[in-house]
């Protein structure tokens, strides 16, 4: 009776869509690179950069929004790695992933130590209040969970929207989506293959660094080593749960969330070792994965990097000698 | 030439993650002490000469954490700068490096090694037979063999006063703790915060929400929500860095919390009261120990009696409340109240 009382609280579920929302924005900004063909498990070295750079951005201006803008620049860096990776140098996709994430460890921590000292005493920054959106937050209920949430929340699901619509209603999406399904007909209509690539990892990383953003900068406003803690890697996983949809990593995301309340709420309620409550966000979306979703099945091209075909080469210098 | 380029940028990367886990040596600028060994060194028994004994400590958390890892680098630094010996540290050393970090300061001629924490004593035990003329001490292990000796406080008495100062404050008579995991020297002081508790008002509700981390600040300030949600106006913070989480939560919702190992209050004024454990005190006492030859064999228990636990001023308690947990303790010390310890 008291586990059916957690599901009457809003306080369950404003605590999901808090869990939820650096994960939503993490496994959006997923979506956009593997669409386009560039494989990305980099999302937790991203949100780490995007985490300690937020901080570290509205520590020294004493300015949140600035602070959410270094956050940006500060995974943008690691993105633009990862794009110079992948599709320039054209190495494996998951080492370069796993070097840049060990990389954004050492750059956060080193760079923490070395600004902030040992001295313990953790300095906060500005951070951001929640949004009372006026009137709705009134709202009995649904106010305090929908229309009470800091600011970021309230990005994530426009972005999810925005994502959704250009994706699936723009000629600029299915140009992203070819990219990742079958580059070489995009490129044999004219498009540039490498650009598309190239932009969608950048933008990548600034959906990671907005999710960094809302781990430090929505309350906690403090850093610490490794504070992102794998939630990049439940993201991704949520990209791939999600079958590389915006709508259906975004409910992926939220999933985990729900379990993840769920779970701190049920520890106070059944005295079982607490090692099942640690399980059961990562066993939620593993059923549901299981039983409500069919097999998972990526871009085509996912990490394949990208070379122009060897007879386009020779007609595209021919053309341009025929030019001279 | 890309390749070697892509190998070189992950090669820094490797080496920049690398300096995360990075050594430090302490600078010997502090003067030698006063109390030097007089008269020689090779009448007594054993006493050594503290400007040729090198002190070495292994974290496996990052000393900055303001918590359990910082009071060792403290502890650390008190050593170097009372006893004047050399020392060095190394942070974040993962369970499955620690046998490598230890014996390279045992190669390296360090003659008394710390290992920070309970995981420290199985890596110990190995390495210790190896390096017998190398003391080893494991912080809060219950390890023990001819050179390696573990330090435990008497865990259970911390808890039992938080509690009863947390059920003093309580208005909801529902109170909280929020503790990494279920070791079993953390589940000794979550058992005795219950009875403190109870001590005071025995009608009054413990709830516990593990985190499964000790230093995930997100999750810890989700955490407190919860137990917040559920009424409870008290919380214990048993973590490292991740207090900090549960205090915001604790002013947000504007109740109040109990800080653990140091003294807390001046991270946030919610806190009422800290339990202490003075890491510092039990490196100090034992490095003082084996400089003068008078290390015991066994496991050494440091507790209240020893001054090595205990609690911290009382700020959001009436005067009343904070003599009737000081008369408690007091007891305690007396031997006239019984309280479950794990050693």
Redesign the interface.
């Known amino acids: 009776m008291e586990f059916l009382n957690i599901f009457l609280t809003p306080d369950f579920y404003s605590a999901t869509f808090r869990l939820a929302t650096p994960l939503m924005l993490a496994a959006l900004g997923g979506v956009i690179s593997e669409r386009s063909g560039v494989l990305n498990m980099a999302l937790e070295g991203q949100i780490l950069m995007g985490a300690f750079f937020g901080y570290l951005g509205s520590y020294l201006f004493q300015n949140v929004w600035l602070g959410v803008l270094t956050a940006m620049v500060g995974s943008l860096f690691l993105a633009a790695l990862h794009a110079f990776m992948s599709i320039k140098v054209k190495v494996n996709q998951v080492v370069s992933a796993v070097g840049l994430n060990t990389l954004a460890l050492g750059i956060t921590s080193t760079l923490f130590r070395f600004l902030f000292g040992t001295d313990s005493q953790m300095a906060s920054c500005p951070g951001m209040a929640n949004l009372d959106i006026p009137v709705l937050s009134d709202l009995p209920f649904v106010g305090p969970v929908l229309f009470s949430q800091h600011p970021l929340t309230y990005a994530a699901v426009v972005l999810l929207i925005l994502l959704n619509l250009f994706l699936f209603r723009t000629s600029r999406g299915l140009e992203l989506r070819a990219a990742g399904e079958n580059p070489q007909a995009l490129d044999v209509a004219g498009v540039d293959v490498i650009r598309i690539r190239w932009l969608a990892v950048l933008t990548t990383g600034l959906f990671c660094g907005l999710a960094g953003a809302s781990l430090t900068l929505t309350g906690l406003n403090t850093f610490y080593d490794n504070l992102s803690s794998g939630r990049g890697f439940i993201a991704y996983a949520a990209v791939v749960f999600g079958k590389w949809t915006p709508v259906g990593a975004a409910l992926a995301a939220i999933l985990f969330g729900a379990g993840d309340a769920l779970q701190l709420r049920m520890q106070t309620i059944f005295d079982i070792p607490y090692y099942f409550y640690m399980m059961m966000p990562y066993l939620i979306t593993f059923f549901a994965l299981v039983f409500f979703m069919g097999a998972a099945k990526g871009p085509a091209a996912n990490s394949i990097p990208f070379e122009k075909d060897k007879g386009r080469r020779r007609s595209a210098r021919r053309s341009r000698m025929g030019g001279n | 030439m890309?390749?070697k380029?892509?190998a070189l940028?992950?090669a820094?990367?490797?080496?920049?993650?690398?300096?995360?886990c990075s050594r430090n040596v302490g600078t010997e600028d502090s003067a030698p002490p006063a109390s030097s060994p007089t008269g020689g060194t090779t009448e007594t028994t054993g006493a050594k000469d503290p400007s040729e004994v090198k002190v070495a400590l292994v974290c496996g958390g990052?000393?900055?954490?303001?918590?359990w890892n910082?009071s060792a680098?403290e502890g650390l630094q008190r050593i170097e700068e009372t006893l004047g010996v050399e020392t060095a540290y190394t942070e974040?050393v993962a369970v499955a490096e620690m046998p490598q970090v230890i014996r390279t300061y045992a190669r390296q001629g360090f003659d008394l090694i710390f290992g920070h924490g309970a995981e420290f004593g199985e890596p110990m035990s190995t390495v210790a037979p190896e390096f017998p003329d190398t003391t080893f001490v494991a912080v809060n292990a219950n390890v023990e063999a001819g050179n390696l000796t573990g330090t435990v406080f008497k865990f259970g008495e911390c808890g039992y006063f938080c509690g009863m100062a947390a059920a003093m404050v309580s208005e909801t008579g529902k109170i909280?703790i929020i503790p990494p995991?279920?070791a079993p020297n953390n589940k000794a002081d979550i058992d005795t915060y219950e009875l403190g508790a109870k001590a005071v008002n025995p009608d009054i509700e413990v709830?516990?929400?593990?985190t499964?981390?000790w230093?995930?600040?997100?999750?810890a300030?989700?955490?407190s929500?919860?137990?917040i949600?559920?009424g409870c106006d008290v919380l214990l913070a048993m973590g490292d860095?991740y207090a900090?989480?549960v205090y915001?939560a604790c002013e947000?919702a504007g109740i109040k919390a109990i800080g653990w190992v140091s003294d807390q209050h001046?991270?946030s004024d919610a806190v009422i009261c800290s339990g202490l454990q003075s890491v510092g005190d039990v490196y100090v006492a034992t490095a003082e120990r084996y400089l003068e030859g008078t290390m015991e064999q066994g496991v050494q228990v440091y507790g209240m009696p020893d001054g090595a636990q205990g609690m911290s001023e009382f700020y959001g308690l009436t005067e009343e409340q904070a003599a009737e947990v000081e008369a408690a303790m007091q007891d305690y010390l007396d031997g006239k109240l019984e309280i479950p310890t794990l050693y």
């Open positions: 890309k390749r380029l892509m940028l992950l820094g990367a490797l080496a920049v993650g690398l300096a995360a990052a000393v900055n954490d303001g918590g910082a680098y974040k909280g995991d279920d709830y516990t929400a593990f499964g981390s230093d995930d600040l997100p999750k300030k989700e955490a929500e919860s137990l949600s559920k860095a900090v989480g915001q947000n001046d991270l």
